[in-house]
């Protein structure tokens, strides 16, 4: 039997298998040569959205009483249906289907895996390197994810299909790690009546809470860049005879964008300037995709990388002014509510920019700046105002 802290390397491990998403810069490609429209495809997006909003309690509450290692074996196992019914699917409810099990599997991994390399540390003693460990994790999975778009790129040029069979084997393979893992001790869950009362009512009092919603308002406006980044660029891509090897290059280099504003804006972050800075981040994201849609130019979606690093610094700056905000008794909770928020955001500006898509490519680009420049820009501004309301226990 190995020791506890064995689970670290492991997870290591894991994350760079589960993270190789080899399929990302082609997703929307592969579906669009299937016959589907930019409509149905960003419909299709939005269904896998609303799945982990749905069952983000529920695979969190199976996690706390079966185990986070049953979770992450359950995610695994959804996440490798997903990709199998997706490449067998030949008509729209097959890849409905898929989407399902992809929704299962990101809520069942959802908190499952920070809980698990947490109580990991915490058994061992050595909770005190969690912040040390998830952060080398957090930049694993991103590199991850920049590698394998990468090869997926070279790999699509080869077969559409491709990408997805190696991302399948690369999770079978995670699959096995997991396997592996000792389940941490963990104390006994504590059921008593009133817990719903409590997380309906630490809800409330975050949506009241004016510098809550309105970083979090300012997250969901952002959300339209996040559907462009990951998305519309593969079928701007289309038009303008960008090879697959190429958007695999770009999807690398919007990892490393993220991956650079995540290690920045810890640096530079102050309470002071923040909000100037978040408007800042706005305007230039949004002034990007506006010249972005002006330009014929295949070197003009180079331009995205702003956007990729202004998500990455986002990201953390908007998780910090969170956790500022709220006392430690509420801050998984209120956290979750971001998050939520976020998801659902995903999915509607899905469906909305589908039919710009088939439509105008131009005007899909344009709508996602406007949405970052006025809705988030104006949010900024705003936020400078509240910015000492806190979110704490109430007598």
Request: hydrophobic share 55%.
């Amino acid at each position: 039997m190995g020791k506890i802290t064995d689970n670290i390397p492991k997870f290591y491990a894991s994350a760079i298998l589960t993270s190789a998403y080899f399929f990302m810069p082609i997703y929307v490609i592969y579906l669009y040569n299937k016959g589907f429209s930019f409509t149905e495809i960003m419909l299709l997006e939005a269904f896998y959205a609303v799945i982990p909003v749905i069952l983000e309690v529920p695979t969190g509450y199976f996690a706390d009483v079966k185990g986070r290692k049953n979770s992450l074996i359950i995610s695994i196992l959804c996440m490798i249906t997903a990709i199998t019914v997706f490449l067998l699917g030949t008509q729209l409810w097959h890849f409905l289907a898929s989407m399902v099990f992809w929704g299962i599997s990101v809520a069942f991994w959802s908190g499952a895996d920070s809980a698990i390399v947490y109580d990991t540390l915490l058994t061992a003693k050595q909770e005190k390197k969690y912040p040390s460990v998830w952060g080398k994790i957090s930049f694993i999975m991103l590199a991850s994810f920049a590698i394998s778009s990468l090869i997926g790129g070279y790999a699509a040029g080869i077969s559409l299909s491709l990408p997805f069979i190696m991302t399948a084997i690369a999770s079978t393979g995670a699959l096995f790690i997991i396997l592996k893992l000792k389940e941490p001790n963990r104390e006994k869950p504590l059921i008593e009546k009133g817990h719903l009362h409590n997380l309906m009512k630490i809800s409330k009092e975050a949506i009241k809470n004016k510098p809550f919603f309105l970083i979090t308002a300012y997250g969901v406006f952002f959300t339209g860049m996040n559907v462009v980044l990951f998305l519309v660029v593969q079928a701007l891509a289309l038009p303008l005879g960008v090879s697959l090897s190429m958007l695999g290059i770009l999807f690398g280099l919007g990892g490393v964008a993220i991956a650079l504003g995540m290690l920045i804006e810890p640096r530079i972050y102050n309470k002071k300037t923040i909000s100037f800075q978040l408007f800042a981040l706005a305007i230039a994201s949004g002034a990007s995709l506006l010249v972005l849609s002006a330009l014929k130019s295949p070197w003009a979606l180079l331009l995205l990388l702003l956007p990729a690093l202004a998500y990455g610094m986002i990201q953390v700056a908007a998780n910090t002014i969170i956790n500022e905000i709220a006392s430690s008794d509420r801050r998984a909770t209120v956290l979750s509510v971001e998050g939520m928020a976020l998801k659902i955001s995903y999915g509607v500006f899905a469906a909305l920019l589908g039919p710009l898509m088939d439509f105008s490519i131009s005007l899909t680009l344009t709508a996602a700046a406007l949405s970052a420049i006025i809705g988030s820009g104006l949010c900024a501004l705003l936020l400078a105002r509240f910015r000492h309301e806190t979110i704490t226990a109430k007598s």
